[in-house]
């Protein structure tokens, strides 16, 4: 039996790389996270529109990134969307693209339940009030909907974070990428890749940590 002997000596010399892929992931999530929350918003409405020729399209966009992996999202929209519709975008704009894409559709089920909890007193008081349809989603709908919806978003971000990795199929350097670059220089996979599955797990976990604690002030506050 053949043993094994740790090599942290690869992690020290790329360390900047990794590092570098790690921005990049960074970079991936927070705009993706971004669009998405936004977007996702904008998707529940059009999802709850008592018209089936908006309804029903978002209904379909919804499921169909729901219902998909997200790395054959990916690989389909680097490869067919320039085909098909003659976008050439870099990767990194496709790698948004794709990601942000598949967040939205995750976003809008949240935001479609939080919407489902506001009270129908709520909705009469902006009538009573004379609130146009604009004012009562910009100023109360979307504000009570994001505030309980918050807790699914994190989640999602954090599994945004993870989804990222699998933009390195497409050649993008981001934190997996790197990681795969130096196991293959150095042939040391399993120093490289335990020290990319802490780095991951580094960053999801203040996120998840504070999911718990705003869950927990939800339920504090419901009570």
Same mark, same amino acid.
């Given at each position: 039996?053949t043993?094994?002997? %740790?090599n942290?000596h690869?992690?020290? /010399?790329g %360390? ?6 790690? +921005?990049?992931t960074?970079q991936?999530t927070?705009?993706? *996270? *971004? ?7 904008? !998707? ?11 309804? %029903? ?5 919804i499921? !169909?990134?729901?219902? /998909?992996?997200?790395?054959?999202q990916?690989? %389909? ?12 975008w870099n990767?990194?704009a496709?790698?948004?693209?794709? =990601?942000? +894409?598949?967040?939205?559709a ?6 479609r339940?939080a919407?489902?909890?506001i ?9 009573? +009030? ?18 309980? *919806?918050?807790?699914?978003?994190l989640?999602? /971000? ?16 981001? =934190? ?6 130096l ?7 399993i120093?490289?890749?335990t /020290? ?5 797990? *580094?960053v999801?976990?203040?996120?998840s940590?504070?999911?718990?604690m ?10």
């Amino acid at each position: 039996m053949t043993s094994f002997s %740790w090599n942290m000596h690869v992690i020290i /010399t790329g %360390w900047p790389q990794l590092m570098s892929g790690l +921005l990049m992931t960074l970079q991936l999530t927070l705009i993706s *996270a *971004a669009i998405g929350i936004v977007a996702g918003f904008l !998707l529940s409405l059009i999802a709850m529109s008592r018209f089936r020729v908006l309804r %029903w399209p978002a209904v379909v966009f919804i499921e !169909l990134f729901r219902c /998909t992996p997200a790395l054959v999202q990916i690989v %389909w929209i680097f490869y067919c969307v320039p085909i098909f519709i003659h976008v050439y975008w870099n990767p990194f704009a496709m790698a948004v693209l794709a =990601l942000s +894409l598949n967040v939205t559709a995750f976003n809008a089920e949240a935001y479609r339940a939080a919407i489902q909890t506001i009270p129908s007193s709520h909705h009469d008081a902006c009538v009573a +009030l004379g609130l146009s349809p604009f004012k009562k989603t910009v100023y109360v709908v979307f504000p009570q909907a994001f505030m309980m *919806a918050i807790p699914v978003l994190l989640t999602n /971000t954090i599994g945004l974070l993870q989804q990222t990795s699998l933009v390195a199929i497409v050649a993008i350097a981001d =934190l997996m990428y790197q990681g795969k670059s130096l196991a293959t220089e150095f042939y040391r996979p399993i120093e490289v890749y335990t /020290t990319v599955a802490l780095i991951y797990f *580094a960053v999801s976990l203040p996120l998840s940590q504070l999911v718990g604690m705003y869950e927990k002030r939800l339920h504090r506050m419901s009570q």
